[in-house]
């Protein structure tokens, strides 16, 4: 692929338009709002930050990258660990259930796109059962030839810009407020980004307990806007 195809193709990965559903989704925010854990701009900052640099940063993204390479070698027998390792790190049934529910959306979409160049893909997360949401989506990114730091920058891209979207509706924040976060969120993506192409396995880590229970109280608020 062309540099600008593979540039194409990494928008459309992270577009809030792929049709998987992450919008119905806060992760936890909506109950750390109700709680009064999040209710500014600030507060809301801090949370996706720190869950961004010792959540998804040391555990997500490096999963991601260690799926990729799994995906390039055709390496099944890695793909089905790591897609196991991700479901079992799932700490609440709600997001257990998200992330199902997402990559069972991306295998559908990786049949509607008709690209040939998917065929294994396809075939691969046919075969999983149940899928998780990076699985597939590391999947995606390594077929179409996309470098491991992009996808990474991304993916993490796309993850705090739906965080900060639920915190509009949630606390709520004006515009103003999400860009400006978004923009402080986006300019610590890269350093991020960068540690989880080099932290082993050994080092991986979401240990992130507020973040844990933020998800299970939600499942049962009584009034609520997000799947999770």
Known sequence: MTPSLQ??????LASPALPVGAYTYSQGLEWAVESGTIRDETSAGRWIADLLAYGIGRYEAPLIFALMRAWTAADKAEIARLNAEFLASRESAELRAE????GFSLHRLVRDLRD???ADVESTLAGLGEIAFPTG???IAATWQ???EAALTAYLW???ENQVMAALKAVPLGQASGQRLLAELGGRIPEIAALALKLPESEWSNFTPAFAIACARHETQYSRL???
């Open 99 to 102: 992330t199902a529910q997402m």
């Open 226 to 228: 997000f799947r999770s």
């Open 7 to 12: 540039l194409a193709r990494l928008l459309q």
């Open 137 to 139: 989506w590391a999947g």
């Open 158 to 160: 796309a993850w705090a």
């Open 116 to 118: 040939p160049a998917l």
């Open 146 to 148: 996309i470098a491991p």
